[in-house]
């Protein structure tokens, strides 16, 4: 099967450097995305030294990593999904993106309003993506725990079309989790309120 090419947007921090290293031991070749080069470069490193095989880049630029990408992994902030889906919108076009964020704090509660998620309003900001929600529930402790232990931990996935969460469910798997499909994309409600963070 031909290898495809996935972005990691915001590959500098916890979950997307995570993702990284999971999906580095599958056929894809990876592109990270993150505006502090030399972080990039310390995870695609550490990534490397355990797995001298993986296929991976560091990209200084947002919209070249997401244009030459055939899937794109967004791990930013809830906040900055708008900032960044405003310069990829032309070039995610009929792409899949993969909405990680969660934008509910205990502190400060949900920054998107009742009845929508961070998925769906990403959805809206790029009409012509398909958007999935998957890797929003694990705990980025308990995510590197579970690899350590050679333990599977559930990653459930919600998406409107459906071929773009069947081949979510196959990155999902590749990265070592248990593939859940949890309905439609308006589910991510109920995900995204699933995970509170600080
Ligand atoms: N940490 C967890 O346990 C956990 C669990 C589940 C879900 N999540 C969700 O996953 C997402 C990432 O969380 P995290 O804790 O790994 O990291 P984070 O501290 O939220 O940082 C995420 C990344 O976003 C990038 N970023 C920030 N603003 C950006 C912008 N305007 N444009 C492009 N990139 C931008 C940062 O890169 P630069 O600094 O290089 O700009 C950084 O690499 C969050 O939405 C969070 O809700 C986190």
């Not at 900032?83 to 995610?92: F, L």
């Not at 502190?107 to 309003?121: M, Q």
């Not at 705990?139 to 996935?157: E, H, N, T, Y």
């Not at 071929?163 to 590749?174: D, F, G, K």
């Amino acid at each position: 099967m031909a290898k495809k090419t996935i972005a990691i947007i915001g590959a500098t921090e916890t979950i997307g450097a995570i993702i990284a290293k999971n999906l580095s031991r599958g056929n894809y070749r990876l592109l990270l995305f993150g505006h502090d080069q030399a972080q990039l470069q310390g995870v695609a490193e550490g990534i490397k030294e355990v797995n001298p095989a993986a296929d991976i880049d560091c990209i200084s630029c947002l919209v070249d990593a997401s244009w030459e990408a055939d899937i794109i992994i967004s791990a930013v902030p809830a906040g900055a999904e708008e900032q960044v889906a405003k310069k990829i919108r032309e070039v995610a076009t009929q792409k899949i993106v993969i909405s990680i964020p969660n934008p509910v704090t205990i502190s400060s509660g949900s920054s998107v309003s009742r009845g929508t998620s961070a998925a769906e309003e990403l959805q809206k900001l790029l009409p012509n993506s398909k958007v999935v929600k998957t890797f929003n529930t694990a705990d980025a402790v308990d995510l590197a725990r579970a690899i350590a232990d050679g333990k599977q931990i559930d990653s459930f996935i919600a998406g409107n079309d459906e071929e773009a969460v069947l081949t979510v469910r196959e990155i999902v798997s590749n990265a070592g989790f248990h593939p859940i499909m949890a309905g439609e994309l308006a589910t991510s409600r109920a995900l995204e309120n699933a995970r509170l963070v600080k």
